[in-house]
Nanobody, 115 residues
Framework: QVQLVESGGGLVQAGGSLRLACAAS????????MGWYRQAPGKQRELVARITRGGTTTYADSVKGRFTISRDNAKNTVYLQMNSLKPEDTAVYYC?????????WGQGTQVTVSS
């Protein structure tokens, strides 16, 4: 059974940093590109960052230069380092494969950035 468990969210002031982690079951992690997604209140879920199996990364324009996605294949974990956070980064953050599979969505982790 596939399971994705996100952690590391919290409340931070604008300009601060957080590091999110997503632990994935080995059956999907080793064979898939992975992504971090977020959903703000009243908005659709959007892709924030993507990392291929080989480590190539891409980012949404809104987070480029501030966020860094990485993966530890030995630990089946994908990370999202978020720096220079802005109030508009406030959202629930999820990880999933890229492209996302509907049955893989976890509960996510809440990130709140105060101004």
């Amino acid at each position: 059974q596939v399971q994705l468990v996100e952690s590391g969210g919290g409340l931070v002031q604008a300009g601060g940093s957080l590091r999110l982690a997503c632990a994935a079951s080995g059956s999907i992690f080793s064979i898939n590109d992975m992504g971090w997604y977020r959903q703000a209140p009243g908005k659709q879920r959007e892709l924030v960052a993507r990392i291929t199996r080989g480590g190539t990364t891409t980012y949404a324009d809104s987070v480029k230069g501030r966020f860094t996605i990485s993966r530890d294949n030995a630990k089946n974990t994908v990370y999202l380092q978020m720096n220079s956070l802005k109030p508009e980064d406030t959202a629930v953050y999820y990880c999933n494969t890229y492209l996302p599979v509907s049955g893989f969505w976890g509960q996510g982790t809440q990130v709140t950035v105060s101004s």
